[in-house]
């Protein structure tokens, strides 16, 4: 068997005794039910009987933890039958009327349906004990080796769904036939969608607009450099990432077995990165939505509910309960949304607070600030609270976390920034004077001589120092150092040289080292997680696009370049039995050396890896970097490279973008072509008459 992902689609092609099975599977476009097409060729000299069948097991109850714990309820509330229409019908309490119900009832009365198209039915089965036989299990299911259907109505216990047909193929003939499988009534919904959407006709031109809306989102910029596996990250796979990230953020998935229904908020918030360039609108409503989750004293909700939402009326959470990061991220995500489109009157707009009362976006971004401000510890750097980004930290309310200042410096100098742009001269002011304040706590007690420490817990222990058994090396304050311009030039090369030297693996940089193994679960809860993964000295991927804008900010494109490939699943594709994932997705951990399976990956799909990884890639490595006045083109790429080029969708205008290096160096624009024309610096501005512009780059020494 073979199995292709596409985008929003999958192709599973299979050989057996010389029958060939191809099968698409695909949601279409704003539908809630699945086509399945089926193509079945006979590849043998001989005519051939086939008996076909589709199967699926559906829950029972639609809140899936109940569905598992609680059997003596859920085996009392199904009912399947084949309907008139000969479409099949599971129907889950079946006696309630979840169109007139309430919320309620429609929540726990979901129905199930499933047709077959092209193709006679001869036979169904709706209890999944009549389909596999008893003792039996989806290697031998009865039905199949018997070649027939015993047409069961399920009545409680478990459902499934399966229509037979049957037929016979000549040698090379081929037969197509549709499977639909929809979420609500056959007797409505069911019969509806069916007669509209049940044709093979029908399933190719949905699979062709599910294509089309896809490969527009991805065509924000299509890149093509030296590498191919860089280019198909970024051109496909990376940003596909990130768009099912954003869709889907940290609620159900492999690894969320379900009852997950809330927007994590700070991985929520970081999520735009990889997205605002794809699709600017959608990023902004979510942008939205996690501002009104931001509560009145400049926190934020742990979680935003989107359905439950109730900006202006929402609880606010325990003090305890505060991570001292979340609002932080809105000073990487909101500029991201605002470059892209040059939409600054953003800020302006009035917009509610989780709990209460409203404020501009400008302010919600002063609330935030004072909120770490407001709650800083005896060394002048903000409290950690309840956590950090990282989850496992606790070093009491009122410890230090380094990561989180360096967080509000670059924040502060954000806000500035912005507070420049829109005219408030006061407020910059006010953000450069707290910056410096803060600067002078970090150079009081944050250098440990080669390296920043880690954090300082509530009874005064300084972690991450030379004198440190365990987590000596941290690695987040070590890029964040830099990516928040706190650190002096030289502090910065210092500690990224620790960095390199303690932290850099084959297969990505490791979140700290040594592992802990004898460190109070009280300060560090990542003592739980065998050394060498998570943040127990694993590789946890979220960070590594830090590392490589860091080694970028330093100019050194070679090292940015080695890291970013380090925890590039596409470099892995001819040795993907390492990494033990899909080898076109990113995971949030990777086993690191300091385990026994270095390099293994797990947690794949919805991490915050997916949009660091794209962002520090496009506007890093590649340097196409948007900003308020138009593209920013500052490349710092391997010196290996000869050239690059890339189209980058701008504001409704494409940018054919050539970058030339004769001289192989990592960074350095030396002299840009606009049109032909020679440009004053780097920047590409926005609004140029046309829409197709071609842009040349020559870096130098
Ligand atoms: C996973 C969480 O989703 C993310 O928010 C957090 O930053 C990392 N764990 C690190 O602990």
């Known amino acids: ?96 009327t979840p169109d007139t119900g309430g919320d309620f009832i429609s929540d726990i009365a979901r129905h199930c349906w499933m047709g077959m198209a092209e193709a006679p039915i001869d036979g169904f089965d709706t209890s999944r004990e009549a389909f596999l036989g008893l003792y039996r299990g989806y290697h031998n299911p009865l039905v199949v080796e018997s070649g027939r259907s015993t047409n069961s109505k399920a009545y409680g216990d478990n ?22 499988l929809g979420i609500g009534d056959a007797h409505t919904v069911g019969k509806r969608t069916f007669a509209e959407f049940g044709s093979l006709e029908q399933a190719d031109a949905e699979l062709e607009k599910l294509k089309t809306h896809w490969h527009a989102q991805l065509e924000s910029l299509r890149v093509d450099t030296p590498d191919a596996d860089l280019n198909h990250t970024i051109n496909v796979w990376g940003l596909y990432n990130c768009l099912v990230n954003f869709a889907w953020s940290r609620s159900a998935s492999l690894v969320y077995n379900g009852e997950r229904d809330g927007l ?104 935030a600030l004072d909120f770490n401000l407001e709650r800083s510890g005896v060394n002048g750097l903000p409290c950690g609270l309840s956590a950090d980004w990282n989850d496992t930290l606790r070093l009491g309310y009122h410890g230090e976390s380094l990561f989180v200042a360096f967080q509000l410096r670059l924040g502060l100098a954000t806000y500035a920034e912005i507070a420049e742009r829109l005219g408030k001269p006061g407020q910059k002011s006010w953000a450069l004077a707290e910056q410096k304040k803060l600067d002078a706590s970090i150079q009081a007690c944050a250098w440990d001589g080669e390296w920043f420490i880690w954090a300082i817990g509530e009874d ?96 050194d494109g070679d090292r940015a370049y080695e890291y970013y490939r380090a925890s590039m699943p596409a470099a892995y594709n001819d040795r993907a039995e390492l990494r033990q994932i899909e080898p076109y997705v990113q995971g949030q951990t990777t086993y690191s050396t300091y385990s026994p399976r270095g390099g293994n990956s797990r947690t794949s799909w ?28 500052d490349p710092c790429i391997p010196s290996s490279w000869n050239s690059f080029s890339a189209v980058r969708r701008f504001r409704n205008q494409s940018f054919h973008i050539t970058v030339h290096n004769p001289h192989g160096v990592c960074k350095g624009v030396v002299r840009m072509l606009i049109d032909g024309e020679q440009a004053a610096g780097n920047l590409v501005p926005a609004g140029l008459p046309g829409k197709e512009h071609q842009v040349d780059v020559w870096l130098g020494p």
């Not at 040594?514 to 000295?537: Q, Y």
Request: hydrophobic residues 40%; proline residues 5%; negative net charge.
């Open 606 to 633: 919805l991490t915050g890896a997916a949009a660091w990884s794209y962002f520090s890639a496009t506007q890093y490595i590649l340097g196409i970097k948007p900003e308020v006045d138009g593209l920013r083109i």
């Open 1 to 96: 068997s073979t199995c292709r992902h596409g985008t929003a689609y999958s192709v599973i092609e299979s050989h057996y005794s010389e029958i060939l099975t191809e099968t698409t599977y695909f949601v279409p476009l704003e539908q809630k039910f699945e086509y399945w097409r089926l193509k079945i060729t006979n590849e043998s000299q001989r005519r051939r009987e086939l008996s076909i069948f589709s199967f699926c097991e559906f829950t029972n109850q639609w809140d899936t933890f109940q569905d598992r714990v609680n059997l003596q309820y859920s085996l009392f509330i199904v009912r399947g039958e084949l309907t008139g229409e000969n479409l099949l019908r599971i129907a889950i309490q079946d006696n309630l």
């Open 264 to 367: 994590g908020f700070r991985d929520s918030v970081q999520d735009i990165l990889g997205v605002a360039a794809a699709i600017p609108e959608p990023a902004r409503e979510r942008l939205e939505l996690m501002l009104t989750g931001q509560l009145s004293n400049g926190g934020a909700m742990p979680i935003v509910r989107p359905f439950e939402h109730n900006p202006g009326h929402e609880e606010a959470p325990h003090p305890d309960e505060y991570r001292s990061d979340d609002c932080l991220w809105f000073f990487n995500a909101l500029p991201a949304y605002v470059n892209e489109t040059g939409d600054l009157d953003f800020y302006n707009k009035m917009l509610p607070y989780a709990d209460r009362g409203e404020a501009t976006v400008f302010d919600h971004l002063r609330r």
């Open 460 to 555: 005064g222990t300084v972690y991450g120092t030379q004198d440190s058994e365990e987590g000596q090396v941290y690695l987040n304050t070590q890029v964040w150092s830099v990516i928040s311009e706190a650190a002096t030039a030289d502090q910065s090369a210092r500690c990224m040289r620790t960095v390199h030297e303690r932290l850099a693996t084959p297969y990505g940089l490791m979140l700290c080292a040594p592992p802990v193994i004898k460190t109070s679960i009280d300060v560090m809860r990542a003592v739980v997680f065998n050394p060498g993964i998570k943040e127990n000295a694993g590789i946890f991927n979220h960070t590594q696009g830090w590392g490589v804008m860091a080694a970028c900010m330093l100019g």
């Open 159 to 180: 459902a499934c769904g399966s229509l037979a047909t049957s037929g016979s193929l000549q040698p090379g003939e081929t037969r197509e036939i549709l499977i639909l």
